[in-house]
C-alpha cells in the first residue's frame, strides 16, 4: 500500500492541526494504520495508532488527550488531529500500514510495512 502524509506546518504552542494520510494500491480496511514521529537527533518514537475497524485506539503518553487518531476507510484515509500543541511535538510526523487482526493495535515500528514519506510540524513558542 502507497501512502501519502500532508497537513503539517508551523504553529503557535497550544494551536491545532489535522494531519492526513491517504492509501492507494491496496484495501485499506485490511491495515492497522499509525502515526509515527522523527525529532531532529532523536529515533523514530510511536504516536497513535488505529486498528483496521478503527474502534480501537491507542496513544503515547506524551499525546494522550491531546491528540486523536481516526480512519475513514471509505475514503482510504487516516487522520490524526492534534490540540493543545507544544514546542515539544516538532518533529516530521509519518503515517504507517501495518497488517494486522481486525481489532488489532499496532505500535512497533517494525509491524508496519508501509510509510508515508512523512510531513512537517513545527511549533513555535
Known amino acids: 500500500v502507497q501512502l501519502q502524509a500532508s497537513g503539517g506546518g508551523m504553529v503557535q504552542a497550544g494551536g491545532s492541526l489535522i494531519l492526513s494520510c491517504a492509501a492507494s494500491?491496496?484495501?485499506?480496511?485490511?491495515?492497522?494504520m499509525g502515526w509515527f514521529r522523527q525529532a531532529p537527533g532523536k529515533e523514530r518514537e510511536f504516536v497513535a495508532a488505529?486498528?483496521?475497524?478503527?474502534?480501537?485506539?491507542y496513544y503515547a503518553d506524551s499525546v494522550k488527550d491531546r491528540f486523536t487518531i481516526s480512519r475513514d476507510n471509505a475514503k482510504n484515509s487516516v487522520y490524526l488531529r492534534m490540540n493543545s500543541l507544544k514546542p515539544e511535538d516538532t518533529a516530521v510526523y509519518y503515517c504507517?500500514?501495518?497488517?494486522?487482526?481486525?481489532?488489532?493495535?499496532?505500535?512497533?515500528?517494525?509491524?508496519?510495512?508501509?510509510w508515508g514519506q512523512g510531513t512537517q510540524v513545527t511549533v513555535s513558542s
Open positions: 488505529v486498528s483496521r475497524s478503527g474502534g480501537n485506539t
Open positions: 504507517a500500514a501495518g497488517e494486522g487482526l481486525y481489532y488489532r493495535i499496532l505500535t512497533k515500528i517494525n509491524q508496519y510495512d508501509s
Open positions: 494500491g491496496r484495501t485499506f480496511s485490511d491495515y492497522s
